[in-house]
């Protein structure tokens, strides 16, 4: 707890800095990647603060390519993203969940080094109600093994395993950063009278355990018969007491899991028998970020980070967590 005077202040980006330097080869340019998601994070969060007050809330009256309605906000959280990181000559591709095709800011074989996926607005159904919302991001190494493609495709599809930084920020009742380079987990909330977030945890550890699960029970039928059984067992008296938590915003609902322990769970379903959640910039960034806190995170089949993506927008099933929570989990699948 920062409450003392004499307790340094450390901001994020200083922190993001340190750790780099620690990497004998490093030339500064992830911190300066992430630099740019963090001046991105904060317009986007002075945007939702004010979504009553601007003519930002509601639906822009179109679609993505995933099908899914796409609000006012999706589109400028992505838009700032886009200028906030597209003009940093580091950066070679990005990749957004409101972007049919990567947009290439400077291609591999002309010196672009990184690849930024991100879902720019997370949970945005939330949006009109006050509840909470974020924006997630992975960040890959252009493969330098690879042709210059026009697409920049092939050098996106790479494995969870691959990420070289990941996190989020959480637009909550405070907005929190929470970032990974590898070397654990740490975050940092924005004080927002002075516009810069200060690091508030470091080498953050998810609980091993953690009596709360999270998912949406009202698809429980069309849900896979061992996360059925298990539903069964949680509220079960053997069970002892577990709770159900589900916000509906993957970011807010993994944030509180990492701090609290338990599980996160999006089943194959009926209307989504792939899982609802984006591979590459939901689940990775989630999975790489549970890791380096000491928890899991499948695709209920095996390590998620191990599945070789085939699409862009690629959807998978997630189940995230406590390592003993997800442990139990898979317990009923047979
Ligand atoms: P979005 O990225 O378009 O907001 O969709 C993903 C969201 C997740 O944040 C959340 O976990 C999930 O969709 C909720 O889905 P459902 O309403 O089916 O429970
Ligand atoms: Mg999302």
Redesign the pocket.
Known sequence: MKNSLTEPIVTAIQHIHEQQRSHPDAMGDLSWLLDGILTATKIIQSYVRRAGILDVIGSQGTTNVQG?IVQKLDIIANETILRCLGYRDIVGIMVS?EDDEPTIVKSPGSGGKYIVLF?P?????NIDVNVSIGTIFSVLRCRPDLPDEKTGLAHCLQRGAEQVAAGYVVYGSSTVMAYTTGQGVHMATLDPSVGTYVLHAENLKMPARGKTYSC?EA?CDTFPEGVQKYLRWAKSEEAGGYGLR?I????A?FHRTMLKGGVFL?PPTSKNPQG??RLLY?ANPLAFMAEQAGGVATDFTGRLMDKTPTSLHERTPLLIGSTEEVERVMSFFD
Not at 121 to 125: K, T
Not at 248 to 251: A, E, I, K, P, R
């Open positions: 899914e969940e879902d607005l997370d949970g945005s159904s949406n698809y589900y509906g915003s993957l970011v609902d999006y609802k959640l939901e």
